[in-house]
């Protein structure tokens, strides 16, 4: 899919710091449609319109590290049984990819990742999005901890226990985190599960922030400072998460952005630097997530050319090395 070739500089500062990238939604496909994360696909539709974008032979040829695969349950009609189902067999899913490639291993922890690189395999992260996937019971978020859970979205698309969405259904803006949303925090933050904040409605996001005491991320988002778009978060609550240690993952999809190209990309990777500095900016492609990814980044073989990109518009390698990787190991923790 690369349309570019980048050059051996950023290829070679990409060589430095494979990619970490904070959401995915692959397994969802491999749930739904046996997507196979061990071949190589061509995106079916144009473009590669809503999924088809990630697999093990193209996060090898654009250099990756390690890929959080986000495990998505809908509610559809209210639904409320089956969704920890749902979540449990994707990460069946991905068992038995791993189960059948050296490539690809479940990995938790800074340590997992660094340590699956340098034997030439790539890390598999783990992370919910929307805590209706908990059914109300926080046992389930012990047990998805344990099979190996890094992160909770608090919300996906609509109202659910923890609170309710910047946008869906029963959206309401003037009401925060509920109480089993900051019992989820808490709980969170003592089982070593990162708190994910994209989604949710401005207040319940500084609600949580206030709560928390370890650093929470955004994994996949855009920011209103390069785009005014419901789907993007503001200056304040860029410096709520920096504050906390935490990071922000850009995603790759133009609607949200303001535009195609990598151009988009770079200017919120950028905004968020100039904000709060380069410990907090990360990428959140949202690969498979149903939406049309930017030209360039149309799968992981594109990466390079994003830092390329962001060489070219002056950005140290060192601040490159931060978004592509080393932001994201920070939060991961030891
Ligand atoms: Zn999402």
């Not at 209706?132 to 926080?138: I, V």
């Not at 419901?230 to 535009?259: E, S, T």
């Not at 990428?283 to 930017?294: A, C, E, K």
């Amino acid at each position: 899919m690369t349309l570019l070739a980048a050059s051996d500089e950023a290829r070679d500062v990409h060589a430095r710091y494979p990619a970490i990238d904070l959401h995915a939604d692959t397994l969802m496909w491999s749930r739904w449609v046996d997507y196979d994360l061990r071949a190589r696909h061509s995106p079916p539709l144009p473009r590669s319109a809503l999924g088809g974008h990630v697999d093990i032979p193209r996060m090898r040829e654009g250099g990756m590290g390690a890929q959080f695969f986000g495990l998505v349950s809908l509610p559809v009609l209210g639904r409320t049984r089956g969704l920890a189902r749902a979540i449990n067999e994707q990460i069946d899913a991905l068992d038995a990819t791993l189960a059948a490639t050296p490539l690809l291993a479940l990995t938790r922890t800074r340590a997992d990742v660094e340590a699956a690189n340098a034997r030439g395999a790539m890390g598999a992260l783990l992370g919910i999005e929307g805590a209706h996937a908990l059914e109300g019971d926080l046992h389930n978020l012990e047990a998805f901890a344990s099979r190996g859970v890094r992160y909770l979205g608090l919300l996906h698309f609509s109202a659910n226990d923890a609170g309710f969405p910047a946008f869906g259904k029963g959206r309401r803006d003037e009401d925060g985190l509920s109480r089993f949303g900051c019992e989820l925090v808490v709980r969170c933050e003592s089982l070593g599960v990162i708190v994910d904040l994209s989604h949710i409605n401005r207040r319940g996001f500084m609600d949580a922030c206030e709560l928390a005491h370890k650093p929470p991320i955004v994994s996949h988002t855009g920011v209103l400072g390069a785009y005014e778009h419901w789907r993007n978060i503001d200056d304040a609550q860029l410096r709520a998460v920096a504050n906390l240690g935490g990071c922000v993952g850009i995603m790759f999809c133009p609607k949200y952005l303001g535009g195609d190209g990598l151009e988009p990309v770079v200017k919120h990777l950028t905004h968020i630097v100039n904000v709060c500095g380069e410990d907090a900016p990360a990428l959140g492609s949202d690969w498979d997530g149903f939406i049309v990814p930017t030209r360039e980044l149309a799968d992981p073989t594109g990466l390079p050319q994003l830092t390329e990109a962001l060489l070219a518009s002056g950005m140290s390698e060192r601040t490159i090395g931060k978004i592509l990787r080393t932001n994201v190991l920070r939060v991961l923790g030891s």
